[in-house]
């Protein structure tokens, strides 16, 4: 079985490099019929934290990004990596380091002056077989315990996306798998979880490319299988740099905020370095069904922002007015336009919904526009009020109120019969009485079709909004 995880480091907030790893990771378990595991790699304690584990965890719920598995937590799990550190010391595979963090700073300045390579030393690797070093008490309390590399041959990271990549094995530190502290480290936890999570799979971002040497031979030392490692390209902005926080909103959350749906930015990252034909617009069963790592690209992906905005609104666009109703609550509150009591008739509120879901490319964007519909009085554009709301104008809004107030239905045909008899009466164009009309009534020159409008604001307020025009009017 096919199982594998997602092991984000809580050290910032999900971002979307991240965020598409764990999509991939997803979408690969669940093609598969595999298992998808999600664990919390926070053992360096001092920049990991709670607040970004719940955001992490908040961010892949939003996505719908569900696990099977977890989140386990390496901080829960010392116990388990200090019985396998001792295993390898007592296997002669690791070794108690006592070289103060002084000393090997000192050590690699003097390597950097004798033009050697800057990597540790190997000063304490034989000490334990009974060479000679003295160690005191307390250095003894101190140590570190070190990995041992080999130092000769070559390593070959047979990678799912890279191929065959070679490392030579004498480039490669004996790296510290606990602190002095006590606290394991990165390149061992990881080999240790996926040993124990049993994962068949490791999928991350290529930053981690070099790692896998390191993480190879700790299998090895373990004796456990290697799993198979695909390292996906980088994420790069517009300026072909990698991905940050230059380049606009990089965390996941933040996109929530700014009003964009779940199911877009994952078809975005999708796409960011996986395709399919010429299809943009997937399904989440589509994206499942035909995910592979034979589409996804070697080279790195450049984030458009511009580009998920467009999806965005190919989003809305198919999404039920129903649906948007429930979406567009939280920023009808943001954008003050409701207060959280106030009750809304939500079947009118998905009619008003339907109007404009094709004009806005956010939720945002569809609760600024939503506010003329809701709020009891609206306010005017300056412009559109100037050129709109004045003297030529003023008669047919009165004559528009005074028929609009006798109609006995007020509907969207009967609407239209008198807008009909006005123009014909006064020999003018639609847009000569609908625009007075639209500036009176929504306070700009832009909405979705006159009649919808009116019927959606409906008779009192559009008779209280045409006797406020009238009245700005004759007061100017
Ligand atoms: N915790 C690592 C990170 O957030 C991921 C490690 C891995 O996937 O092997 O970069």
């Excluded at 090895?220 to 902005?237: E, Q, R, S, V």
């Excluded at 930015?265 to 395709?275: D, F, Q």
């Excluded at 300056?382 to 809004?397: P, W």
């Excluded at 239209?416 to 009534?441: D, T």
């Amino acid at each position: 079985m096919i199982r594998v995880r997602f092991a984000p480091s809580p050290t910032g907030h999900l971002h979307i490099g991240g965020a598409r790893t764990a999509l991939f990771n997803y979408l690969y378990a669940r093609h598969n019929n595999g298992r998808f595991i999600l664990r919390i790699e926070d053992t360096d304690r001092t920049r990991s934290t709670e607040e970004y584990i719940d955001t992490i965890i908040e961010g892949m719920k939003w996505l719908k990004l569900d696990w099977d598995e977890g989140p386990f937590r390496q901080t829960d799990r010392f116990d388990v990596y200090r019985d396998y550190t001792e295993r390898l010391i007592r296997e002669g595979k690791a070794y108690r380091c006592y070289c103060s963090p002084e000393e090997l700073e000192q050590r690699r300045k003097e390597a950097i002056t004798q033009g050697q390579p800057q990597k540790y030393d190997g000063r304490c690797r034989n000490v334990e077989k009974g060479q000679s070093i003295k160690v005191s008490e307390d250095q003894s309390k101190n140590a570190a315990v070190r990995f041992k590399m080999p130092q000769e041959g070559q390593t070959v990271v047979d990678d799912l996306m890279r191929g065959k990549v070679v490392f030579e094995n004498n480039q490669l530190d004996d790296l510290i798998i606990m602190r002095s502290d006590g606290t394991p480290t990165y390149n061992f936890t990881v080999v240790v979880d996926d040993v124990d999570m049993k994962i068949t799979h490791v999928i991350r971002g290529d930053d981690h490319l070099n790692n896998t040497p390191k993480q190879i031979h700790i299998y090895k030392a373990l004796g456990y299988d290697i799993p198979l490692f695909a390292h996906l390209p980088m994420i790069l902005g517009a300026d072909k740099t990698r991905l940050s926080k230059r380049h606009g909103a990089t965390s996941v959350m933040v996109y929530k905020e700014m009003g964009y749906l779940p199911d877009a930015l994952v078809n975005y990252l999708v796409r960011l370095g996986w395709s399919y034909g010429d299809q943009e617009v997937f399904t989440r069963e589509e994206l499942i069904k035909y995910f592979s790592f034979e589409n996804v690209g070697k080279s790195s992906a450049v984030f458009n922002p511009e580009k998920l905005l467009w999806l965005n609104s190919q989003y809305m666009i198919n999404t039920s007015s129903e649906d948007l109703t429930k979406m567009v609550m939280p920023f009808l509150i943001q954008e003050k336009i409701i207060n959280e009591e106030q009750p809304l008739d939500k079947v009118w509120l998905s009619k008003a919904i339907a109007t404009l879901k094709e004009r806005a490319k956010t939720l945002v964007e569809l609760a600024k526009t939503l506010r003329y519909y809701i709020v009891e009085d609206i306010e005017y554009n300056e412009k559109a009020k100037a050129k709109f709301l004045n003297e030529k104008s003023r008669d047919l809004l009165i004559e528009l109120k005074d028929a609009l107030t006798s109609l006995p239905d007020f509907s969207v045909s009967e609407m239209e019969k008198i807008f009909k008899s006005m123009i014909e009466k006064h020999n003018i164009k639609l847009g000569n009485l609908a625009q007075p009309v639209r500036v009176a009534i929504t306070g700009g020159t832009e909405s979705p079709g006159i009649f919808e409008v009116l019927d959606i604001v409906g008779r009192e307020k559009t008779l209280k909004r045409l006797d406020r025009a009238i009245r700005v009017i004759q007061n100017q």
